[in-house]
């Protein structure tokens, strides 16, 4: 590998912001290509490893630094196409989410429009009959229930909880936000909103925030997918990106 001048540890990890021993960590990784060592083992790195440096890092913003590590280590074992297929591979995830997120936007505009519609049977629904409703366990209405999202009422002689009609409209717009990877914490002003006001301003704004962190996220791959272009592109004509045996010092 020719570089164009030797830096140090110490210079990578300045210019990402990051310690000397995780420029270590990340040549062990294989984040970054193997180092050179001097006569006593010392590593010394140059242009290529600050180019694969800044590619990681942009890269996890927008994958992960789970993904993102193993893009680079592909990449350093000399499997190109490899690493790009991870990268697909992200952006089709996310393709997924995005249309999760236009269906559940659909089916909790149409449920929130709707009044509660009547139950099988007068007097409520037992928990079973309501898990049976929705195609989900009874131990998932009880968490649900415990994370304050549930309040159905009980029946006095037998203290069995009794879904009524709203019960059910929530137990059902809790089990699509869950389906579309919304936490607790973002479901439980949705149901606020529907209870107190009996409008659905609360569930859009829900939505529309999730949209927007989906256009974020795809802002940041796009950029770390170009940082990783621009380091393949500068990297090739170099000695390659396979791992060679060296020792560590």
């Not at 002003?189 to 529907?194: A, M, S």
């Amino acid at each position: 590998m020719t570089n164009d001048r030797r830096l140090r540890p110490v210079d990578l990890a300045r210019s990402a912001g990051v310690s000397t021993q995780q420029i270590r960590n990340y040549e062990d990784s294989g984040v970054l290509p193997p180092a050179t060592r001097t006569a006593s083992g010392y590593r010394v790195f140059g242009e290529t490893h600050r180019g694969a440096l800044l590619a990681y890092r942009t890269l996890m913003r927008g994958y992960g630094p789970v993904t993102a590590t193993a893009i680079m280590r592909t990449v350093h074992e000399g499997d190109v196409p490899g690493a790009l297929a991870l990268v697909d591979a992200a952006h089709a995830a996310l393709h997924e989410e995005r249309l999760s997120l236009r269906a559940a936007s659909e089916a909790l505009e149409l449920l929130a429009a709707e009044p509660p519609a009547p139950l099988p049977r007068s007097g409520g629904l037992r928990i079973g009959e309501v898990a049976a409703l929705l195609g989900v366990r009874t131990s998932a209405l009880r968490v649900w229930e415990g994370a304050g999202l549930l309040t159905p009422g009980r029946e006095r002689a037998t203290g069995y909880r009794v879904y009524e009609p709203a019960d059910v409209r929530d137990a059902r717009l809790v089990h699509t936000l869950r389906r579309s990877h919304y936490l607790f914490d973002q479901i439980r002003p949705v149901l606020e909103g529907l209870r107190r006001e009996g409008s659905s301003a609360a569930l859009r704004t829900a939505v529309a925030a999730r949209g927007e962190a989906l256009t974020a996220r795809t802002r940041v791959m796009i950029e770390g997918a170009g940082a990783l272009h621009a380091y393949l592109d500068a990297a090739k004509t170099g000695s390659g990106y396979g791992r060679s045996d060296q020792g560590h010092g």
